[in-house]
T-cell receptor, first 111, second 112 residues
Framework: NAGVTQTPKFQVLKTGQSMTLQCAQD?????MSWYRQDPGMGLRLIHY???????DQGEVPNGYNVSRSTTEDFPLRLLSAAPSQTSVYFC??????????FGSGTRLTVV | GQQLNQSPQSMFIQEGEDVSMNCTSS?????WLWYKQEPGEGPVLLIA?????ELTSNGRLTAQFGITRKDSFLNISASIPSDVGIYFC????????????FGKGTKLTVNP
């Protein structure tokens, strides 16, 4: 069992570039979420999904898009990267009621 | 949106001491969870609480779901150096939302 796999682990983008952060889980979990972590801010919810084809916004959704075409995958898209999106991004999945398993994160720098 | 107030922000303790941290919310929660994060890693679930008043232990860790459903605490007994890390509370608000919101964390340092 690989758990929650995030790729890439590190990324540097120029302002205005687009990219997709990949997230895959092999635990057949229905619930998946994306968080960003900034110093002193804890983890803030970007988008989440309760199943394939169903997504919803979290606390800080602006500048990010998601889709959930399969149970396993939940990619996060940055359409036009901004320096304010420099952060560590975590994907997580759960079978129920909040007991999320987290990936090891993607460290993104936008210059 | 829901906000969780976690305190203290940081703690510096001696090995062997007990630790207590707590989390409060202005709204009612159905689920409280406690996570630990070590440098360079994602958070790892320590304890999950699903009922008001519930008291659950995991080794030297004990957590409780407050009776009012607006708070939770985590205790660590007889701390050891590997307890170092950032501890986060997290919760799901009443109303059926699957959103899991986090506190800002308590950074624990244990001096040998």
């Amino acid at each position: 069992n690989a758990g929650v796999t995030q790729t890439p682990k590190f990324q540097v983008l120029k302002t205005g570039q687009s990219m997709t952060l990949q997230c895959a889980q092999d635990m057949n979990h229905e619930y998946m979420s994306w968080y960003r972590q900034d110093p002193g801010m804890g983890l803030r919810l970007i988008h989440y999904s309760v199943g394939a084809g169903i997504t919803d916004q979290g606390e800080v959704p602006n500048g990010y898009n998601v889709s959930r075409s399969t149970t396993e995958d939940f990619p996060l898209r940055l359409l036009s990267a901004a320096p304010s999106q420099t952060s560590v991004y975590f994907c997580a999945s759960s079978y129920s009621r909040g007991a999320y398993t987290f990936g090891s994160g993607t460290r993104l720098t936008v210059v | 949106g829901q906000q969780l107030n976690q305190s203290p922000q940081s703690m510096f303790i001696q090995e062997g001491e007990d630790v207590s941290m707590n989390c409060t919310s202005s709204s009612i929660f159905n689920t409280w969870l406690w996570y630990k994060q070590e440098p360079g890693e994602g958070p790892v679930l320590l304890i999950a609480l699903y009922k008001a008043g519930e008291l659950t232990s995991n080794g030297r860790l004990t957590a409780q779901f407050g009776i009012t459903r607006k708070d939770s605490f985590l205790n660590i007994s007889a701390s050891i150096p590997s307890d170092v890390g950032i501890y986060f509370c997290a919760g799901q608000a009443a109303g059926g939302s699957e959103k899991l919101v986090f506190g800002k964390g308590t950074k624990l340092t244990v001096n040998p």
